[in-house]
């Protein structure tokens, strides 16, 4: 039997250095049996992804949390 595994695109903005929203896509894959939740950029030049556990509450907006801080991350350390 196939595991449960669930996709889906994570849309969510922030705001720029300047204060002007930047729409940020993304992709969220959830895993039921494993409880974990792996998000990943697409639209920047470097594939970024993070993979969290305990997503029983609200995935999506766990998925949009965790975009925005890889792409805080990847511009802080550029």
Request: proline share 4%; net charge neutral; no cysteine.
């Amino acid at each position: 039997m196939s595991r449960p595994i669930h996709t889906w695109l994570v849309v969510t903005t922030m705001p720029d250095a300047q204060g002007v929203e930047t729409v940020l896509l993304g992709k969220a894959t959830y895993d039921d049996e494993a409880d974990l939740l792996t998000v990943s950029t697409l639209a920047t030049p470097k594939r970024l992804h993070q993979t969290t556990q305990g997503g029983h509450g609200d995935l999506q907006a766990l998925a949009k949390h965790l975009l925005r801080s890889l792409i805080r991350d990847a511009s802080a350390r550029s």
